[in-house]
């Protein structure tokens, strides 16, 4: 069992998880705080909902009805987070047959193989959602510190984070399984064989047939009669 391949999966199926959460999340962008103190009404948008809560408890959301009215960033971050999250559900299947403690995947080579394929596939897993996020951060900044913005302006919200982080964590797991090839090259299965149990006879045989050029006494000689008188 290779730690190496433990801790990779670990830190992919960690950040597929966070990858599905912040997908999923309507947290991408918030309304300021500073501009709604008087109103104490707060606005949450994600990539399928938008959503409304006041200082009450509150809250209204309404899905985005069409997708053709939708942002043409909204839209690729939709297209790059569904990417990644497919991804990294396929990385961990193929991580899961790469790894030496599985009786699936066929020989060490083969696993061999599969583990760096999960490891790239985690990779681009991890870097479609950084793609992802770091756009819908862009444009949320762009328009923040724009002072011909006149709209509503946002903040970023926790999504972003959580994506952020399962992005990371998928890039490092990538790495790790990647990397992992090396311990199975250094690491070779030895292979015993069982050769039976050695007889008596035998033993004693290749004593006397060893170094030394010893001869086998004829044991005829032995019980001759001159031996008794």
């Known amino acids: 069992m290779s730690r190496a391949q433990i801790s990779g999966l670990v830190f992919g199926v960690g950040g597929f998880g966070a990858l599905v959460a912040a997908t999923a999340s309507n947290e991408w962008k918030v309304t300021t705080r500073a501009s709604s103190v008087i109103t104490a009404t707060w606005v949450y948008q994600g990539l399928w909902m938008n959503c409304a809560g ?33 991804l990294g559900f396929f990385g961990a299947i193929f991580a899961l047959f790469g790894m030496k403690c599985t009786k699936v995947g066929g020989s060490e080579k083969a696993k061999a193989k599969i583990a760096c394929l999960a490891g790239i596939v985690f990779i681009l897993s991890g870097l479609c959602s950084m793609t992802g996020c770091s756009l819908y951060a862009n444009k949320i900044t762009t328009e923040f510190f724009d002072p011909y913005f006149v709209e509503q302006k946002y903040e970023l919200g926790a999504a972003l984070f959580i994506g952020w982080a399962g992005a990371s964590l998928c890039i490092i797991g990538g790495v790790i399984f990647c990397f992992s090839i090396s311990d199975n090259n250094k690491t070779p299965r030895m292979g015993y064989t069982y050769n039976g149990p050695t007889s008596v006879m035998s033993s004693r045989t290749k004593y006397q047939g060893g170094e030394g050029d010893v001869k086998p006494t004829n044991p005829s000689k032995q019980f001759d009669k001159n031996a008794y008188v």
């Open 54 to 86: 006041n200082a009450l408890g509150s809250f209204h959301c309404r899905p985005h009805f069409t997708i053709f009215k939708v942002e043409g960033y909204i839209q690729a971050c939709r297209g790059l987070m569904i990417a990644a999250v497919s």
